[in-house]
Nanobody, 121 residues
Framework: QVQLVESGGGLVQPGGSLRLSCSAS????????IGWFRQPADKPREMVAY?????????NYSDSVKGRFTISRENAKNTVVLQMNNLKAEDTGTYYC?????????????WGQGTQVTVSS
């Protein structure tokens, strides 16, 4: 299994920045995907950004955060960072880290506990 721990959430004013971290432990060598999702209080959970690992990795973003958020790893797959710049009120929500583990031709998902991000004046 894979265990995920998120950190870095908090309260920030519009235009500010936050840096979220997702630290993974366990069978990290089988991880093929790590992504960030967010869920506003009264809305469904949505994808924010993700990395799919292969020979290297590729980063992908939702249209709403493209150009403002950056997802990256810190020299290894055990920690993935979401750098959020120019934050807007619409970015408010609980942010979750999700990993996918490849096993016998199938992917199995694991979720972190979530960290709250609030963007407000």
């Amino acid at each position: 299994q894979v265990q995920l721990v998120e950190s870095g959430g908090g309260l920030v004013q519009p235009g500010g920045s936050l840096r979220l971290s997702c630290s993974a432990s366990g069978n990290i060598f089988s991880v093929v995907y790590i992504g960030w999702f967010r869920q506003p209080a009264d809305k469904p959970r949505e994808m924010v950004a993700y990395i799919r690992f292969g020979v290297g990795f590729s980063a992908n973003y939702s249209d709403s955060v493209k150009g403002r958020f950056t997802i990256s790893r810190e020299n290894a797959k055990n920690t993935v960072v979401l750098q959020m710049n120019n934050l807007k009120a619409e970015d408010t929500g609980t942010y979750y880290c999700k990993s996918a583990v490849w096993t016998k031709g199938a992917e199995y998902d694991f979720w972190g506990q979530g960290t709250q991000v609030t963007v407000s004046s």
